[in-house]
């Protein structure tokens, strides 16, 4: 298993970086965020030794025209993800469970599918579990706590020779800082942030299950 942090540097008015650092605290690549006034949104640069993701904001159009399907509950735009000659699609939709459904982020990419669930642990922060179809690959986990807005992730790789699946969690939660974290237009110097989010459904409760909580 691959122990890494996604640590936030900086908040600027329209951008943000990250350092990715190993366990023992190792810098192994950045995370460069690039917003623009009047957008919510903004570019994505991941650099990880010696290979580089850009992530970009797209329209819903066309994003439903390259999975060739409806994707109905996106209240955010999708994002493409490119690595090398490859791309694939990033976005927020709900999906099915064994009863009802739930919302989650959900990767595309060389015909697979990543899901990523979001499970609110009350005070202890937040555990996000990533599944390749059925199959958890890693997860994800932040404080509920942060200073000056500045946003730490923790993120367990399960199979550290997958480098796709490293990517996918690594592309995943930028889509999430951006996606719940983020203020475009500005910036915390002092103080502290507190956001505390408890998951009730027992279907989402169980992706979480047996999931060792490394940051504790």
């Not at 922060?125 to 730490?152: F, K, M, S, W």
Request: glycine share 8%; with cysteine; hydrophobic share 35%.
């Amino acid at each position: 298993m691959l122990h890494l942090t996604l640590q936030q540097e900086n908040k600027e008015l329209f951008g943000a970086v990250f350092s990715i650092l190993s366990d023992s605290g190792q810098q192994l690549g950045k995370v460069f965020l690039q917003g623009k006034m009047g957008s919510m949104e903004g570019m994505f640069q991941i650099e990880y030794q010696g290979y580089k993701v850009v992530m970009n904001p797209v329209r819903k159009s066309i994003a439903r025209k390259a999975l060739n399907r409806n994707i109905w509950h996106m209240p955010f735009r999708p994002y493409s993800v490119s690595l090398g000659n490859t791309t694939g699609w990033l976005y927020n939709d709900k999906v099915k469970l064994e009863k009802g459904s739930t919302r989650c982020h959900v990767l595309n990419i060389h015909g697979s599918e990543y899901y990523m669930y979001i499970v609110g642990l009350g005070e202890d922060g937040t555990c996000a579990p990533v599944y390749l179809n059925d199959i958890p690959i890693g997860h994800v986990e932040n404080g509920c706590i942060a200073q000056r807005d500045l946003h730490d992730f923790s993120i367990s790789v399960y199979n550290e020779k997958n480098d796709e699946q490293l990517f996918a969690l690594l592309a995943i939660t930028c889509y999430r800082y951006v996606f719940t974290f983020y203020k475009s237009g500005e910036v915390m110097s002092s103080g502290m942030v507190k956001k505390v989010y408890t998951t009730t459904n027992p279907l989402v409760l169980e992706k979480v299950h047996g999931i060792h909580i490394y940051t504790k």
